[in-house]
């Protein structure tokens, strides 16, 4: 049983060190999240959630497999090797061809004008909502910009900053 939890901890901690490192994988988990939220304003089919479901996992997924083909790649060749920038883009365009299968499933799925402009009233009557889903996309865009690592790095010069003004108001 020991050996299983292990193993989930060091999946784990391969997913969340791609997430450290890739603002592409950042992107795809935003754009799970969004798909996974904007889908419940539809009445799709519980084998339509599923399939939106896999299609998210296997763009993470790949993506994942990507940084790590890129990440050995740099490890094994200290120099251009045509064989490894051959691996690094094929490994890029498997994530792109299931990437573009998803956006054309979203497209079919989503491309509702009935359903967007209930989606639009329904924001448009709740203010509070509408703000935080102004919110969330704004802290979106800093999470893909700049990663866990970097919002924590930002926070603490921010705290640094505010701790040196108050110390220099209080004396």
């Not at 997913?15 to 592409?24: C, Q, R, T, V």
């Not at 950042?26 to 519980?46: A, D, E, K, T």
């Not at 967007?116 to 969330?136: E, G």
Request: glycine share 4%; aromatic share 14%; charged share 15%.
């Amino acid at each position: 049983m020991k050996k299983q939890i292990l193993s989930f901890k060091f999946a784990f901690r391969g997913i969340w060190k791609a997430i450290k490192s890739e603002s592409h994988m950042r992107f795809h988990i935003v754009s799970g999240f969004y798909v996974m939220v904007f889908s419940l304003f539809y009445n799709f089919s519980p084998t339509q959630t599923a399939l939106l479901i896999v299609l998210v996992a296997t763009v993470i997924a790949l993506e994942t497999l990507n940084t790590c083909i890129e990440e050995l790649s740099n490890l094994c060749a200290d120099r251009y090797e045509i064989l490894v920038r051959f691996a690094k883009d094929a490994a890029a365009g498997a994530v792109l061809v299931v990437s573009l299968a998803a956006v054309a499933v979203g497209i079919i799925f989503f491309f509702d004008l009935t359903v967007i402009h209930r989606i639009l009233c329904f924001f448009a009557d709740n203010a509070f909502l509408l703000a935080l889903l102004v919110l969330s996309a704004v802290v979106s865009a800093f999470f893909i910009a700049v990663g866990p690592v970097g919002i924590n790095e930002k926070w603490l010069i921010y705290r640094r900053k505010f701790k040196n003004k108050s110390v220099k108001n209080n004396k």
